[in-house]
């Protein structure tokens, strides 16, 4: 009996065989952004492939893993964002902005504990090149970093004598600089931080080693989720603003940026209905990665929605961890999800 498969079986039984068939024709597959109705407890297991993690174009196929399924980690949260992965202590730790907690989940025995109570309201948090976490705070409406001795140094609170709205999220450059995004939704009202007035435009920021911040761009109603291109060559911005809900990116100039372009407007696949992203991250060949109704959408460095996996909940953000960065972790609502992917993070989150 002869076991050679043509690539279309191959693809039959990888993806379905309508799936597959549109593909073979080079014809966009029919998707709907529903996810497949399963048992998140994992008591009933799901069958290999995943029908969660969805090719929107071929060229997503070399990230897939046909044999590993999307894993509800942990749930009961309100607003699940900003989750950072901690290499050195194995675990990912993550906001729920109006419990006014950070929760950790240990991935040696896959507990869950609060992690930093009261967190200032938390959102976007991340580590630096010394394992020292940052955090976006709505509610002191600053960035802080946590220091090995427990003391909390202020990052940013204040431009140009004015404060800052409510940060949200924040990457690490080599140079030991911090770049955040501040749109004002943690002062819009007294759920995930304190109802204040808006005393500076919403912005994106950079602090140098010295402490000094500077203004980079101001070409935003919303800045939200903010990732560096794997060469740091390039910035790019998710705008959920009411007058923008697009990917922005500019060119990366030393310490300034160049060349504002808008790289995609999403919409929710399979139908005509808008979609934005939140946060988001690069992977090592430069694709987006970032959550964005039904879950997560994934984008080409020129801007093609080529993936998506869907969630049973919105997704706000998104990181890369595991001890070889290719386990994607995903803060969707009220849980925690995970799924490996046949790629690693660009960098540290």
Same mark, same amino acid.
């Given at each position: 009996?002869? #076991? ?30 529903? %996810? ?66 950070? &929760? ?36 002191? !409406? ?5 220091? %090995? ?31 955040? /995004?501040?749109? +004002? ?14 005393? #500076? *435009? ?13 203004? #980079? ?29 697009? #990917? ?17 407007? &999403? ?6 209905? %808008? ?17 964005? !109704? +039904? ?5 080409? %460095? /020129? ?43 660009? *960098?540290?989150?």
């Amino acid at each position: 009996m002869s #076991l050679a498969f043509s690539r279309r079986d191959w693809l039959r039984a990888a993806l379905g065989s309508a799936t597959a068939t549109a593909f073979a024709q080079n014809q966009t597959p029919a998707i709907s952004p529903v %996810p497949t109705p399963r048992d998140w407890t994992g008591v009933q297991p799901i069958q290999y492939p995943d029908p969660d993690i969805v090719a929107l174009d071929p060229r997503f196929r070399k990230y897939m893993i046909g044999n590993t399924s999307i894993k509800r980690l942990h749930t009961g949260t309100q607003w699940a964002e900003g989750p950072a992965w901690n290499g050195v202590g194995r675990y990912m730790v993550w906001s729920d902005i109006p419990n006014n907690v950070q &929760l950790r989940w240990i991935a040696d025995d896959n507990r869950v504990t609060v992690f930093r109570n009261p967190a200032g309201f938390s959102n976007g948090n991340t580590f630096d090149y010394e394992g020292r976490q940052l955090s976006c705070e709505h509610g002191g !409406r600053r960035v802080v970093r946590y220091e %090995p001795n427990g003391d909390v140094t202020v990052i940013a609170e204040r431009f140009e004598g004015k404060r800052l709205n409510s940060p949200n999220d924040i990457v690490v450059h080599p140079d030991g600089s911090i770049w955040f /995004t501040d749109p +004002p939704y943690g002062i819009n009202g007294d759920y995930e931080g304190f109802k204040a007035e808006k005393e #500076l *435009h919403e912005a994106v920021y950079r602090v140098d080693k010295t402490g000094r911040i500077t203004k #980079l761009s101001d070409a935003v109603s919303g800045p939200n989720g903010i990732c560096f291109s794997p060469d740091y060559n390039r910035l790019y911005v998710a705008d959920t603003g009411a007058q923008g809900r697009d #990917l922005k990116v500019w060119d990366i100039d030393g310490t300034t940026l160049r060349n504002p372009k808008q790289l995609a407007k &999403l919409e929710i696949p399979g139908t005509n209905a %808008p979609a934005a992203f939140d946060g988001i991250r690069c992977d090592v060949d430069g694709n987006i990665w970032g959550g964005a !109704r +039904p879950g997560v959408q994934i984008l080409t %460095p /020129t801007g093609e929605r080529i993936g998506m996996i869907r969630l049973p909940e919105n997704c706000a953000n998104v990181c890369f961890g595991g001890t070889r960065r290719n386990r994607l972790f995903m803060t969707a609502s009220q849980s925690l999800y995970s799924v490996y992917v046949q790629t690693r993070g660009a *960098h540290i989150c």
